[in-house]
T-cell receptor, first 110, second 113 residues
Framework: GQQVMQIPQYQHVQEGEDFTTYCNSS?????IQWYKQRPGGHPVFLIQ?????EVKKQKRLTFQFGEAKKNSSLHITATQTTDVGTYFC??????????FGKGNQVVVIP | DGGITQSPKYLFRKEGQNVTLSCEQN?????MYWYRQDPGQGLRLIYY???????QKGDIAEGYSVSREKKESFPLTVTSAQKNPTAFYLC????????????FGPGTRLTVL
């Protein structure tokens, strides 16, 4: 079935450093969404990208959608302890449902 | 977040028993979803409903059943046919049937003993 692959699955990041997490699909996406789930919590929507090559920023977070609309990335600068959690991408394939990746679990080292 | 409630937060059942998980939303959303989350597996879609009185199977529907008699409610029944029911269950909703952002409830952690 349709699925999105996320890499890496786990990351340990030193506080203050930058990191990137990636999302890839073998087929073209209609849109890509990113969610964050804090430990013990539930996923919370961060952003949606729709256009080819789109870049959006939210403070220290930068989201990109690839030109071919098959991949996306989330880059976080100056990591803080509040960035801990699991980041999920979710791809839309035009069938009115989202395909979630397995997530990138991020641990922040103080 | 606010607007979607799931109850209870923790649920324990004996093997062989059916159990129904509640999901209610007051966001006036048309579409509702049920996901199962296991460690390292991400979110897997069980069932989804785009309008009242209609629902479709997701990727792992076997052993589960749903109903959508009211717009606000989308209960999930975990039947005894589900071989490995212990998991974290998340309900979500979105404004309509298109691929808009989804709002998640707090989840129910089901443990089958």
């Amino acid at each position: 079935g349709q699925q999105v692959m996320q890499i890496p699955q786990y990351q340990h990041v030193q506080e203050g450093e930058d990191f990137t997490t990636y999302c890839n699909s073998s087929t073209t996406l209609s849109n890509i969404q990113w969610y964050k789930q804090r430990p013990g919590g539930h996923p919370v929507f961060l952003i949606q990208l729709v256009k080819s090559g789109e870049v959006k920023k939210q403070k220290r977070l930068t989201f990109q959608f690839g030109e071919a609309k098959k991949n996306s990335s989330l880059h976080i600068t100056a990591t803080q302890t509040t960035d801990v959690g699991t980041y999920f991408c979710a791809g839309g394939y035009g069938n009115n449902r989202l395909a979630f990746g397995k997530g990138n679990q991020v641990v922040v080292i103080p | 977040d606010g607007g979607i409630t799931q109850s209870p937060k923790y649920l324990f059942r004996k093997e062989g028993q059916n159990v129904t998980l509640s999901c209610e939303q007051n966001l006036n959303h048309d579409a509702m979803y049920w996901y199962r989350q296991d460690p390292g597996q991400g979110l897997r879609l069980i069932y989804y409903s785009q309008i009242v009185n209609d629902f479709q199977k997701g990727d792992i529907a076997e052993g589960y059943s749903v109903s959508r008699e009211k717009k606000e409610s989308f209960p999930l029944t975990v039947t005894s046919a589900q071989k490995n029911p212990t998991a974290f269950y998340l309900c979500a909703s979105s404004v309509d049937r298109s691929e808009n952002e989804q709002f998640f409830g707090p989840g129910t952690r089901l443990t089958v003993l």
